[in-house]
Nanobody, 120 residues
Framework: QVQLVESGGGSVQPGGSLRLSCEAS????????MYWYRQAPGKERELVAT???????DYADSVKGRFTISRADAEKTIYLQMNSLRPEDTAVYIC??????????????WGRGTQVTVSS
């Protein structure tokens, strides 16, 4: 069994920072391209950031310059450092990625998400 487990969410004031983590747990041999999505109430799920196996990154225009995605392959973990947070960043942040699991193949997995609330 493989799970993507997010942590690090919480409530913060505008202008504050949070660091999210997503750990691939279970029988995991490798993580490939990984993603952070977010979903606000009543809105479509939105791609926030992605990181390739080589470390190349891409971001939604709305978070460029404020968010940084990174990875620690030995720990099968990715991170999302979020700075200068705004109320419109409020959402459930969800990890998604391509994981080499107990089958020996790369397969896609979703996490359950962690809530981020930005409010004064």
């Amino acid at each position: 069994q493989v799970q993507l487990v997010e942590s690090g969410g919480g409530s913060v004031q505008p202008g504050g920072s949070l660091r999210l983590s997503c750990e691939a747990s279970g029988t995991v041999f490798d993580i490939n391209r990984m993603y952070w999505y977010r979903q606000a109430p009543g809105k479509e799920r939105e791609l926030v950031a992605t990181i390739s196996s080589s470390g190349s990154t891409d971001y939604a225009d709305s978070v460029k310059g404020r968010f940084t995605i990174s990875r620690a392959d030995a720990e099968k973990t990715i991170y999302l450092q979020m700075n200068s947070l705004r109320p419109e960043d409020t959402a459930v942040y969800i990890c998604f990625g391509d994981v080499k699991d107990y089958t020996g193949r790369y397969r896609d997995y979703w996490g359950r998400g962690t809530q981020v609330t930005v409010s004064s």
